[in-house]
């Protein structure tokens, strides 16, 4: 870990040994180290975290990362990191006298095409608590942008095999019984879910809690979990909002007039969260 503030260092120091400057090691349970990572990202704004601990996968190990141009990815049931090249600085580039005319033209032809972003897809899952090991997903939202502007959306509750629990009750609104009457069960509103995503980048609010949800589901039900470059509009907003007192979604939405929708819902979460992304991108 690099630039950890000293109240982090302190929820750390409770828990783990620090061996070395940002070297902390420990043995905890995995609610604790759940709770320890979501500190991190919470209270880490400018410095860069790496979390490795042992599970019971074919590596015997997992990772996580946090404001890190390099990415884990899921390879065949294998976690890799992805590490981007380099920048090319073709960007930078300016005319210069002596550049033919097909040179001219393949930088303005490259140009366009980086003006017109691809889709992406802004995702938000609810669930029945914070651990992907143990809570299950209760709604899927989704909602596609086109290149042109167009919207679709995507919406699923999931039958699940326990009861909810009485706070998810009502923090969501989601019910038992309203999960008997409109819910579908897993495989098929997971299958849906993959198939609108796509390949194409998926845009979210503390976006790794909802992938590592997605991850363990997959896994559950033997598929390939997803590999779609990603944008946490969590980091995004540290790097471009000042003046707020948290980096809270609710409060990011006060802060900048944005529409607040039914909170704890997947798809009006997902609505924010598109109205969050456009608004720091303007």
């Not at 990815?73 to 300016?94: K, N, W, Y």
């Not at 914070?130 to 509750?157: M, N, W, Y």
């Amino acid at each position: 870990m690099t630039d950890c503030p000293p109240k982090l260092r302190g929820d750390l120091s409770k828990w783990l040994c620090e061996l070395d400057t940002g070297v902390y090691v420990g043995h905890v349970s995995s609610r604790v180290r759940d709770a320890l990572w979501e500190r991190i990202c919470q209270n880490l704004k400018k410095g860069r975290a790496t979390m490795v601990f042992s599970t019971n996968n074919e590596q015997k190990m997992d990772f996580r990362v946090h404001n890190t141009n390099w990415t884990p990815v899921d390879f065949d049931g294998i976690c890799l990191m992805r590490r981007p090249l380099p920048q090319s600085g073709e960007s930078g580039l300016t005319l210069k006298p002596g550049f033919s005319k097909a040179a001219k033209y393949q930088m303005s032809r490259r140009g366009k095409e980086k003006k017109m972003a691809g889709a992406y897809v802004v995702i938000d899952l609810e669930t029945t608590g914070l651990h992907p090991s143990t809570d299950e997903i209760l709604e899927f939202g989704a909602i596609r942008v086109e290149q042109d502007g167009g919207e679709k959306t995507f919406h699923c509750l999931v039958r699940g095999g326990r009861p909810i629990p009485q706070q998810i009750q009502s923090l969501t609104g989601i019910t038992d019984q309203l999960l008997g009457q409109q819910g579908i069960a897993m495989p098929q509103a997971l299958e849906q879910f993959m198939a609108f995503i796509g390949r194409e980048q998926l845009v979210g609010y503390h976006i790794s809690f909802d992938l590592e949800f997605l991850r363990a589901e997959c896994k559950r039900q033997g598929r390939p979990a997803p590999v779609n470059r990603c944008l946490d509009l969590l980091d995004l907003a540290r790097r471009k909002v000042d003046g707020v007192s948290d980096y809270k979604l609710a409060t990011l939405a006060d802060h900048l007039s944005l529409e607040r929708r039914s909170a704890h819902r997947a798809l009006p979460d997902c609505y924010l969260a598109l109205e969050l992304y456009r608004k720091l991108n303007e």
